[in-house]
């Protein structure tokens, strides 16, 4: 089954790009706030196995948890499932001459990555949450 992006509410947390600047590293604001893509091998969090819970880098929500975390191979952190169902926004996009699905977080609508489906990976959803380093923050378990 493929993700179903569902209809966007309106972001709880709203800055301009200005603010957005202000608070963001250039690298994560082009990230986080214009869909870039980190480079595959590269990212704090790519092989982490420390147990916690990961926050968007942009404004502190809640998105996945290490327990759904798995080596994927594929050079970026990767999940079988978010936190939370209403975590993050599922979202269509064609570009660079493909379909896939877009994950933003929720609370601030920011870029983290994309879910693809049916690649054969043993999680229990068969989904990869493919997500940038750069967008998280890792808050270890006590």
């Known amino acids: ?56 880098r942009a404004c502190g929500s809640e998105l996945f948890r290490s327990s759904e975390k798995f080596h994927s191979h594929c050079g970026w952190p990767s999940f079988f499932d978010p936190a939370d169902s209403d975590a993050v926004i599922l979202r269509s996009d064609d570009s660079l001459g493909m379909r896939r ?8 609508h920011s870029h983290l990555g994309h879910v693809f489906e049916g690649e054969g990976y043993p999680t229990p959803t068969d989904q990869r949450y493919c997500i940038n380093s750069i967008c998280l923050r890792l808050i270890p378990s006590n």
Do not use: H, I, N, Q
């Open 1 to 56: 089954m493929t993700p179903t992006p569902r209809p966007e509410p309106a972001p709880k947390v709203e800055r301009s790009d200005e603010e957005w600047r202000a608070l963001l590293s250039p690298e994560e604001f082009a990230v986080l706030r214009r869909a870039g893509t980190e480079r595959p091998f590269v990212g704090e969090y790519t092989d982490t196995e420390t147990e916690g819970v990961y926050e968007c």
């Open 101 to 108: 699905v877009e994950v933003l977080c929720a609370s601030c």
